[in-house]
Structures are given as C-alpha cells and as structure tokens.
T-cell receptor, first 112, second 111 residues
Framework: EAQVTQNPRYLITVTGKKLTVTCSQNMNHEYMSWYRQDPGLGLRQIYYSMNVEVTDKGDVPEGYKVSRKEKRNFPLILESPSPNQTSLYFC???????????FGPGTRLTVL | SQQGEEDPQALSIQEGENATMNCSYKTSINNLQWYRQNSGRGLVHLILIRSNEREKHSGRLRVTLDTSKKSSSLLITASRAADTASYFCATQQVGSEKLVFGKGMKLTVNP
C-alpha cells in the first residue's frame, strides 16, 4: 500500500531534550516536506527536499533540522525543543515538484 | 508567509446543497491545489489546477482559477454529511518549490 508513515504519532517531551520524528514513504517520491499545523495558522512549511542530499528552508525553519540521506526517509530533528514548537506535524511527499502531496497521519508533539 | 486565504472561514449547509469555497492569493503561481482534512488527520489531495487552466472537474468537485484576479473557487455539488471537513488551498509560486497553504475553512454538512 502506497503510504507515508511517521513515528512517533504522539510525543510529550521537555524543553531542551533532543528528539527526532521519522518520516518514510514507499512511493519513490523525489519531493518530501515537513509542515506544522497550529490553530488559526493553517499549515506552514518547515523544510522541503527535492531529492537525496537536497534540502531547503520553508517558511518556518527556525529550531528545526532535516536530512535526506535516502530517498525514502526525511527525518525532522529538534535539537533543543521549546514550548512554542508544540504543534501537529505532518510529513508529505510527491513526485517531482510539489504536485499532489501525500500526507502522513501526523505527529502530535507537546513540549513542556 | 501565508499565500492563500480561504473564504468563508466556516460554512454550514444542508445535505444536498452545493458548497462554494474561495481562495485568494497574492503572487503568480504555477499551480493551485485543494486539500481536505478530517478532524486533525492527514490532508488528502482533492484537485490540482495549473496556471494555464481555467476549470477542472473531478466527480462532484469543480475548481476554477482566475489568474487575473488571483483567485480560485472550489464547488462541491450535492454535498453529503461525509464532506464535513476542513478545506485548504495551497499554491506553488512561480520560481519556488515551496507549497504555501492557506489557513483553511471548515465546512459542515448537516444531514
């Protein structure tokens, strides 16, 4: 089944404790992206990747890192999480440029 | 920066009625996409319209694009309770590989 998977689905952590949210797709998509969703703000793009070893900042990259060492994986790293990074995070992928995006189920992160 | 803005922000209709949602954007685009989200779940792609297209259909969905007014509309005909969801427009701006979403609008279809 074609899908985008994210882990963990739910995470409660404390300020400053490094964490990684994994994202994997099995559709051989070149384009992968991370978004955060906050009430009243819609979805905002954090980082995106056009292909392996090619990543670029979205609209809200501060406090986040990503890597794209393999085509299928695109982890999101929070080196020192802060409470303002409490949010619902989505990973998505698509063929080529940002066409039809396939979204993962989301990761609900709470930073205390 | 938020590119697309959906209007209205919330819409409540009866089953069987048509629902129209509008999206306005600010800069030139390559394409505009509409997505649906059910209650905090992942978004589902509905339809993509390119900047050189004016109208597209997919089942009960009809999308129009007016690049001179920088606006798009999504029409859902013969709505069903299952259409209750949040709807987002997203744009890919010319010269960028980013995808910029609007804040979304909530559609409620009452049985």
């Amino acid at each position: 089944e074609a899908q985008v998977t994210q882990n963990p689905r739910y995470l409660i952590t404390v300020t400053g404790k490094k964490l990684t949210v994994t994202c994997s797709q099995n559709m051989n998509h070149e384009y992968m992206s991370w978004y955060r969703q906050d009430p009243g703000l819609g979805l905002r793009q954090i980082y995106y990747s056009m292909n392996v070893e090619v990543t670029d900042k979205g609209d809200v990259p501060e406090g986040y890192k990503v890597s794209r060492k393999e085509k299928r994986n695109f982890p999101l790293i929070l080196e020192s999480p802060s409470p303002n990074q409490t949010s619902l995070y989505f990973c998505a992928s698509s063929l080529g440029t940002p066409n039809e995006q396939f979204f993962g189920p989301g990761t609900r992160l709470t930073v205390l | 920066s938020q590119q697309g803005e959906e209007d209205p922000q919330a819409l409540s209709i009866q089953e069987g009625e048509n629902a129209t949602m509008n999206c306005s954007y600010k800069t030139s685009i390559n394409n505009l996409q509409w997505y649906r989200q059910n209650s905090g779940r992942g978004l589902v792609h509905l339809i993509l319209i390119r900047s050189n297209e004016r109208e597209k259909h997919s089942g009960r969905l009809r999308v129009t694009l007016d690049t001179s007014k920088k606006s798009s509309s999504l029409l859902i005909t013969a709505s069903r309770a299952a259409d209750t969801a949040s709807y987002f427009c997203a744009t890919q701006q010319v010269g960028s590989e980013k995808l910029v979403f609007g804040k979304g609008m909530k559609l409620t279809v009452n049985p």
